[in-house]
T-cell receptor
Framework: AQTVTQSQPEMSVQEAETVTLSCTYD???????LFWYKQPPSRQMILVIR??????QNATENRFSVNFQKAAKSFSLKISDSQLGDAAMYFC????????????FGKGTKLTVNP | DVKVTQSSRYLVKRTGEKVFLECVQD?????MFWYRQDPGLGLRLIYF???????EKGDIPEGYSVSREKKERFSLILESASTNQTSMYLC?????????????FGPGTRLLVL
């Protein structure tokens, strides 16, 4: 069974600085997707960024980028120029291609942004 | 924009009560999911459905059932609520477009069972 591990329960960063959240996963599949979701306090969970495993190029979305290392089964999220609104729980998730489209989530990393 | 709504943000029930949590999505998504979220445990899948009247067990289905009579609506049922079902419940929906699956989440229902 696939597993997703986020080894940092909590992280903090100063406003305007850069922070990297770690995620590793375990799978025997070759085609899959990886996601980072953000859940602000008392607000809806939203997708931050998505990576297809067959793509070598790392995904980027504005200040958010990933470092996808397929051989190492690592999928870290880098947040540049951190803003107060980035404070949230961040969940890493794994999904297989096709089939029932289930996602396996990590336990989450709580990010605090200090002014 | 995709919209996933859940019938209640907060709910207080007593042990043994039958509880219904409703989820509605407005984007004609095929797939719908129910998760529970607990501190330190992340999100755990309870049930999911990939079509009307179809359902599949997730990782923690015990004590729960689901109903999907219409494509846009997916209900989670606690037949006899227990205190260990106190949790945050998240509904999500998705469709596969060009193989790029993304799940869209509702705001969540925080359930307290006394």
């Amino acid at each position: 069974a696939q597993t997703v591990t986020q080894s940092q329960p909590e992280m903090s960063v100063q406003e305007a600085e850069t922070v990297t959240l770690s995620c590793t996963y375990d799978t025997s599949e070759s085609d899959y997707y990886l996601f980072w979701y953000k859940q602000p306090p008392s607000r809806q969970m939203i997708l931050v960024i998505r990576q297809e495993a067959y793509k070598q190029q790392n995904a980027t979305e504005n200040r958010f980028s990933v470092n996808f290392q397929k051989a190492a089964k690592s999928f870290s999220l880098k947040i540049s120029d951190s803003q107060l609104g980035d404070a949230a729980m961040y969940f890493c998730a794994y999904g297989t291609q096709g089939g029932s489209e289930k996602l396996v989530f990590g336990k989450g990393t709580k990010l605090t942004v200090n002014p | 924009d995709v919209k996933v709504t859940q019938s209640s943000r907060y709910l207080v029930k007593r042990t043994g009560e039958k509880v219904f949590l409703e989820c509605v999505q407005d984007m004609d998504h095929e797939n719908m999911f129910w998760y529970r979220q607990d501190p330190g445990l992340g999100l755990r899948l309870i049930y999911f459905s990939y079509d009307v009247k179809m359902k599949e067990k997730g990782d923690i289905p015990e004590g729960y059932s689901v109903s999907r009579e219409k494509k846009e609506r997916f209900s989670l049922i606690l037949e006899s609520a227990s205190t260990n079902q106190t949790s945050m419940y998240l509904c999500a929906s998705s469709f596969e477009r060009e193989g790029r699956e993304t799940q869209y989440f509702g705001p969540g229902t925080r359930l307290l069972v006394l």
